[in-house]
């Protein structure tokens, strides 16, 4: 098993420009979720989806949207790209229950120019 | 909606010493308390966990600690290695649905000297 992937890993934008990010997991999860990791700020959760079809804003959702058509895929999308946006974006999965075990991708580095 | 302190932000210590990382939390329904390890450009591994029924954990050097009263948790590790130096996260989740989110804190920076 793969476990969770995401495409690309490293990635360069300029001010305005658009970029999809996806995510992948053949753990059969119901739960995916998008972080955003910045120096001294932690992990924090930008959207996440409870199941194929549904999704829900995190903590910092503002500039970003995501879509969960398939129950493996989840894809996190910035239509206008901001300096500001410049992190690495984590994606991860997990079985929802009552403890939430969350597995983590790898990570995509990106910069805004 | 949940919060979680982390402390210290960094943390060194020799090799062989114990490593000591605190955070509290401020929702009394949260349940479960997991640890994560994230070596230096890697992704976070889930190394230790707690649920609220239980006051302690051990998994060969690292256990944790929950004390629900006091809304806090520790993360213990005995005799460091280098390979123990990352970056640590505590998390706080709640039961079931949105609440099934993680709350994670700032982060631990653990340096071990050899």
């Known amino acids: 098993n793969a476990g969770v992937t995401q495409t690309p890993k490293f990635r360069v934008l300029k001010t305005g420009q658009s970029m999809t990010l996806l995510c992948a997991q053949d753990m059969n999860h119901e739960y995916m979720y998008w972080y955003r990791q910045d120096p001294g700020m932690g992990l924090r959760l930008i959207h996440y989806s409870v199941g194929e079809g549904t999704t829900a804003k995190g903590e910092v959702p503002d500039g970003y949207n995501v879509s969960r058509l398939k129950k493996q895929n989840f894809l996190l999308g910035l239509e206008s790209a901001a300096p500001s946006q410049t992190s690495v974006y984590f994606c991860?999965?997990?079985?929802?229950?009552?403890?939430?075990?969350?597995?983590f991708g790898p990570g995509t580095r990106l910069t805004v120019l | 909606g949940e919060n979680v302190e982390q402390h210290p932000s960094t943390l060194s210590v020799q090799e062989g010493d114990s490593a000591v990382i605190k955070c509290t939390y401020s929702?009394?329904?949260?349940?479960?308390f997991p640890w994560y390890k994230q070596e230096l450009g890697k992704r976070p591994q889930l190394i230790i966990d707690i649920r609220s029924n239980v006051g302690e954990k051990k998994d060969q050097r690292i256990a944790v600690t929950l004390n629900k009263t006091a809304k806090h948790f520790s993360l213990h590790i005995t005799e460091t290695q280098p390979e123990d130096s990352a970056v640590y996260f505590c998390?706080?989740?709640?039961?079931?649905?949105?609440?099934?989110?993680?709350?994670f804190g700032k982060g631990t920076k653990l340096s071990v000297k050899p």
């Open positions: 991860a999965s997990g079985s929802g229950g009552s403890y939430n075990e969350q597995f």
């Open positions: 998390a706080a989740s709640i039961r079931g649905g949105s609440q099934g989110n993680l709350i």
């Open positions: 929702d009394s329904a949260s349940n479960y």
